[in-house]
């Protein structure tokens, strides 16, 4: 009796996976969008990957003239070579920049590139701001200079809200990098991109990051997404069974009607 009983659930738990409408609702509008988002990931990954190829391929390229980024459809990480004077009046404090855990600012200044007549909003480095109270202390070269620089062309960095650029006391804090907002503010021609200086004489702490998150961070975001599309599926899987037996075990329980002492 005991064989029967549980060979008769065994083959009702199996022949009826019984889930539910409304969680089979749920896994056909989740697991789509859990491994649509795994798989952006992992391409998101790829096209890092290409970058940061393409990157290490101009790293020791010979830097080019200013006027020469006319002829150049991807700027991106391209060196160049400026001959000019920083405008000091005109400094601009990017915040909430960290290096090493601590906190502080990138220093940008508009620079005049002679050869070409343009100008260039150049990032200077990294300043450490401990106190708010006490403004960010540097020095800006009075005579004409010779700098090596990268154009940097933002990679997929986070939204930041932008205070109006018109406002404010110089040097002027802001927490987004705008070139086009700063040129016709000052009425002057410009490059639309900020340049960041390369280790040298004019340069702060001059480091910078080659993206703003690693093909392997997004190779991580990946691997959480697949996994929560497994997790939803296994559980999915549970839940049906699980649903099934209990349907399975109520059902044998059930008083029989074609046996007792009236059946005749």
Do not use: C
């Amino acid at each position: 009796m005991q064989f029967e009983y549980s060979q008769t659930i065994r083959e009702q738990a199996v022949s009826g996976f019984r889930p539910g409408w409304l969680p089979s609702i749920a896994v056909a509008l989740l697991l789509p969008l859990l491994l649509g988002l795994g798989f952006w990931q992992l391409s998101r990954a790829e096209e890092k990957r290409t970058l940061l190829a393409d990157f290490a391929a101009r790293e020791h390229a010979e830097p080019m003239s200013v006027a020469e980024l006319e002829r150049r459809a991807d700027l991106a990480h391209l060196r160049i070579r400026l001959r000019g004077q920083f405008d000091e009046q005109h400094s601009l404090l990017l915040d909430n920049r960290q290096r090493g855990g601590k906190v502080g600012v990138e220093l940008l200044q508009p620079f005049y590139d002679q050869a070409s007549g343009l100008w260039l909003l150049v990032n200077r480095g990294w300043l450490p701001w401990p106190d708010r109270r006490t403004p960010p202390q540097f020095t800006t070269p009075e005579q004409p200079l010779e700098l090596l620089a990268r154009v940097h062309v933002p990679v997929g960095e986070p939204f930041q809200l932008q205070a109006d650029p018109a406002s404010g006391d110089w040097p002027r804090l802001i927490t987004a990098v705008e070139p086009d907002q700063l040129w016709r503010q000052l009425g002057r021609g410009g490059l639309a991109y900020e340049v960041r200086l390369e280790p040298g004489p004019a340069a702060y702490q001059a480091e910078w990051p080659l993206l703003a998150m690693s093909p392997d961070k997004h190779t991580g975001y990946a691997v959480q997404w697949f996994a929560l599309a497994a997790a939803l599926v296994g559980l999915y899987l549970y839940l049906g069974i699980h649903t099934s037996r209990q349907s399975a075990r109520e059902k044998s329980h059930e008083p029989s009607h074609e046996s007792g002492p009236f059946h005749s």
